[in-house]
């Protein structure tokens, strides 16, 4: 019998993919071949706001080799166009079609398709395609974009705004103007994108003949693209069939679905042909979804003790044309209000949030989705609230925080949050950092003219969407699914809804899956990102992949369980309570060497000798099962992140020396993965704050779409991060496992904003636009 | 952008023919004619360094070579890397350290870190960061992937 050994879960069991991965053998979406496929590309707009008068083809069409030229007119019967599928009360909507209509509404908006034999081809076609437009003004300017006279994003608006919303108390005032101090500022954070380094791709095959549809697509949810198209181009979802091959990374890019990638369907459906579409890098930067651009003002009151009294924070999110579909764009300003001082106990929490339309690309759900907001603009105000009363910033948040055991709680905007730890996870900051020793050490280096700072921020992310959750939405969030069988040979099966995009869902689901039902790690097989092949379900989106992926895989382990001890138990002679499984091996708990039977050789019986079990009801070594929460809300997460920088004042340069962060996912499954996923966030979080920013002119044109000209964060950027955590498991769960895929992102954004703001404070500056890059430093520090 | 050049050149140590158009990019010809499909096409104005493939012994972008350009030349792809077993202790320690989540960029980042540790046997981190910073990658923060090549760079030695 095979002693017993290590559990899985808490075990850095390494990814069987990233063996294929590092020998070039990953299936990306450009690699997915098909016999007799066609290439699509795209003209796109080079206009921010213009009517479409006249397009002319002829020359196109004509070119050899091209097959079809699409305008909009030809997908009209096909597609009747959409809206969000995330409303919200009095949330203003314009309809998305898969080409432009009669007008364009941001430069890279898709106008026309063509069809060619190779990408070339349609590419040399686009530039035969002529169109004539008239100009109309564009809609660019956020803080100017209420203004009476203002250009409006769509002609047939009443104004520029598309959603506002008052968040938790109202205003009050008299509780600022009788505050002990008040501390403010006026935040932007500038536009920037997601850039996953594999570009956005479909290969679309309708088959005229049964009226089925194959589509393969770099995505996240293979269902709720196959749902949508159903929608979208009316088509029976039964004959739809989504694959998502291996993707080259999302953080949320590639939880939408684009006008590019339903043209690209449609086209298939229309000729009757599979045709492929790849995003080109200029167009990911063009046309997958910004993020973040806001203008944010807020204020803390505080009280002689230092306790927090009062907050008020105001965003203004400029949407872009459309809003995202599924999920809107409005949540992104509606995290930023409702979870900024979320950790804190404040008497007096509101905000307001304007969503506007803006002639420029869509602002979608980027890793983290106003989180990083939220945390950013709440621990700055904490720490220049502490800098004016000459309180230690430690000491003032561990005075003002929700204690780690008065949860459950909900925020004064409406936030349930349970389990939260930010106290432990402070104190464990401490632990880890001499704080008191390196501001010490920073004010020591002042002297010799070296301007350091460190800067904490602590933050709560909301991970780990559900259908019946408050964030519900249609045909995107639902309930998930899988399926575990064991076949003849004792492996087992696993087809689960939720997908793998590198950040090791199927490693922790077969860890998960390897101990509730008592298997080696090794025999357990995971399938998923095919709609055909697996339970329905919401794919991975919002940190999900181990919380609800585990937590189902855990449900049907410990069911497939119980009935191979109980088909062993009438084999074996005994009652099922006496069996365990471990390692594969069936054994009674209590017992001798030999009583005991292999899963593989029960598993052989079960399917090919099922004469030798007692007549009756036929044992299933496969069951489905499915789950949706029955918790009220996402599941709230927290931590605080730390970093130590260095400012050039001569250039205006920030150097990041060092950074931690201590997190708290309640239960591990895999510390490896973990850590890496909390690295790669902080890198993002970091370009948010000192690099990345897609920059537009005032006429809605795109300065810097090539990655020579966005900044991401390059590995002589980034320093070593140092990651810990503190474990309070989900108590609404049984795997107890919380979403640990955008904390990362959402703490370093402001943790990076605070040390750069104690490097310059003494300098008497102040930065509160992001990215912080050298030109922005030094008019920060007064030196332009 | 017309006229059919016949290029011939070894790709991992075997002799092969291609008929090319002149505008294609020695990346796609690898990808889509050759059928090797590990040399990733990730910005096409060669910043990203995922189509990086070994030209004559150096790492240079697949993307930036015009397959015109291959003619007489000696290719190595990151299939023929992988094969040859000469990047096998790099492989291994960017899968235990963790040093890649969605795959895209690894290619690249293996055969650029095995060019540094041919030339630099024991580089500092800082010497790493640096030999790698012509690589994207959005998914680690690199610090494992730093770790990897270290790791590797002990093991070789």
């Known amino acids: 019998m095979t002693s017993a050994t290590t559990k899985a879960i808490g075990s850095s069991h390494r990814r069987g993919d990233a063996k294929l991965f590092v020998g070039g053998r990953g299936t990306y979406i450009d690699d997915v071949a098909m016999p007799g496929v066609l290439h699509v590309a795209f003209l796109r707009s080079p206009h921010a706001h213009a009517s479409i008068v006249a397009i002319r083809t002829a020359d196109a069409d004509a070119l050899p080799g091209v097959v079809r030229v699409v305008t909009a007119a030809d997908l009209a019967p096909l597609c009747k166009g959409w809206q969000t599928s995330q409303t919200y009360p009095g949330y203003v909507l314009r309809t998305q079609y898969p080409l432009a209509t009669d007008r364009v509404v941001f430069v890279g908006q898709a106008v026309v398709a063509v069809v060619a034999e190779s990408r070339a081809l349609a590419e040399d076609a686009v530039e035969l395609v002529e169109i004539d437009w008239e100009l109309l003004p564009p809609a660019c300017d956020l803080e100017g974009a209420m203004a009476p006279d203002a250009a409006r994003a769509h002609p047939d608006l009443a104004g520029n705004l598309a959603y506002q919303a008052e968040v938790g108390d109202p205003e009050n005032r008299a509780l600022f103007d009788e505050a002990a101090c008040v501390v403010e500022a006026a935040f932007r954070f500038n536009r920037q994108t997601v850039m996953p380094m594999e570009t956005r791709g479909v290969v679309a095959s309708y088959l005229p003949g049964d009226g089925s549809l194959s589509v393969y697509q770099s995505h996240t949810a293979p269902h709720q693209l196959r749902s949508l198209y159903a929608t979208h181009l009316g088509l029976d979802e039964g004959r739809i069939r989504v694959i998502c091959p291996h993707v080259g990374g999302s953080f949320g890019a590639k939880i939408h679905l684009y006008s590019d990638e339903v043209a690209t369907v449609a086209i298939s459906r229309l000729i009757g042909r599979p045709v492929k579409y790849i995003a080109d890098r200029m167009e990911a930067l063009l046309a997958d979804i910004h993020a973040r651009e806001q203008i944010v003002t807020a204020k803390l009151a505080l009280d002689e003790e230092g306790r927090f009294v009062a907050w008020r924070a105001e965003t203004r999110l400029a949407m872009g044309a459309f809003s995202t579909h599924p999920g809107s764009s409005v949540q992104e300003a509606d995290e930023a209000v409702r979870l900024a001082m979320a950790p804190y106990r404040v008497r007096h929490v509101g905000g307001r949030l304007e969503v506007v339309f803006q002639n420029k690309n869509i602002v979608g759900q980027y890793r983290g989705v106003g989180h990083p907001i939220a945390a950013a603009i709440g621990e700055h105000l904490i720490e220049k609230a502490a800098a004016a009363m000459g309180f230690d910033p430690v000491a003032l948040r561990l005075a003002n925080y929700v204690a780690d055991d008065a949860y459950p709680v909900k925020t004064r905007t409406g936030i349930d949050l349970d389990a939260l730890s930010h106290q432990a996870c402070l104190r464990r900051l401490g632990e880890i950092i001499d704080i008191p020793a390196l501001r010490a050490e920073n004010e020591r280096l002042r002297g010799e003219g070296i301007h350091r700072g460190f800067g904490i921020a602590c933050f709560i992310e909301r991970t780990a969407t559900n259908a019946p959750s408050n964030a519900h939405i249609r045909k995107a969030t639902a309930q998930d699914g899988i399926t575990l069988s064991v076949d003849p040979s004792g492996a087992v099966r696993c087809a689960i809804s939720v997908t793998d995009q590198g950040q090791g869902t199927h490693t922790v689901v077969a860890q998960v899956i390897a101990d509730e039902l008592g298997v080696p790690f090794d025999r357990v097989r995971i399938v998923s990102g095919d709609s055909q092949a697996t339970p329905y379900g919401s794919g991975v989106r919002a940190s999900r992949g181990t919380a609800v992926g585990g937590e189902l895989a855990l449900h049907a382990s410990r069911e497939l369980r119980a009935v191979i001890l109980e088909a062993a138990a009438q084999l074996l002679q005994t009652v099922a309570e006496r069996l365990s499984m471990t390692d594969g091996m069936i054994a009674p708990a209590d017992s001798e060497q030999g009583n005991g039977i292999s899963l593989a050789d029960l598993a052989e019986i079960v399917h090919f000798k099922p004469q030798l079990l007692p007549r009756g009801a036929q044992v299933s070594l496969s069951l489905s099962r499915h789950l949706g929460h029955d918790w009220p809300a996402l599941v709230p997460t927290n931590g605080v992140q730390a970093s130590l920088v260095e400012v050039d004042v001569r250039t205006g340069a920030v150097r990041l020396l060092r950074h931690w962060a201590v997190d708290d996912f309640g239960t591990i499954v895999n510390p490896l993965l973990v850590a890496e996923q909390v690295r790669g966030g902080i890198a993002q979080g970091i370009g948010q704050a000192l690099f990345e920013e897609l920059v537009y002119d005032a006429g809605g044109q795109v300065q810097n779409a090539s990655l020579a000209d966005y900044l991401v964060p390059l590995a002589s950027d980034l320093p070593d991060m140092v990651i810990d955590h503190v474990e309070t498991p989900w108590p609404h769960s049984v795997l107890g496992a919380k979403g640990a895929g955008e904390a990362g992102t959402t703490g370093a954004v402001g943790a990076v904003l605070n040390a750069v703001n104690d490097a310059i404070r003494p300098l008497g500056a102040s930065i509160t636009e992001l990215p912080m890059t050298p030109e922005r430093m030094l008019a920060a520090l007064n030196r332009l | ?157």
Do not use: W
């Open chain 2, 1 to 157: 952008m017309s006229g059919i050049h016949t290029i011939k050149f070894r790709l991992n140590g075997r002799a092969v023919a291609k008929h090319v158009e002149p505008r294609t990019s020695a990346a796609d010809m690898i990808r889509h004619e050759s059928g090797l499909t590990g040399t990733h096409v990730g910005c096409e104005h060669g910043v990203c360094g995922a189509c990086s493939i070994v030209l004559d012994g150096a790492v240079v972008r697949g993307c930036l070579v015009f397959a015109v350009q291959l003619d007489g030349a000696e290719v190595e792809t990151i299939e023929g890397a992988s094969d040859s077993g000469r990047i096998a202790a790099l492989q291994a320690a960017f899968v235990d350290r963790n040093a890649l989540q969605c795959g895209f960029c690894t290619p690249g980042m293996l055969l650029t870190a095995a060019e540094l540790l041919s030339r630099e046997p024991n580089p500092s981190r800082e010497k790493i960061r640096e030999a790698l910073s012509g690589n994207i990658c959005r998914c680690t923060g690199y610090e494992a992937i730093v770790d990897a090549v270290a790791a590797a760079a002990k093991v070789k030695r």
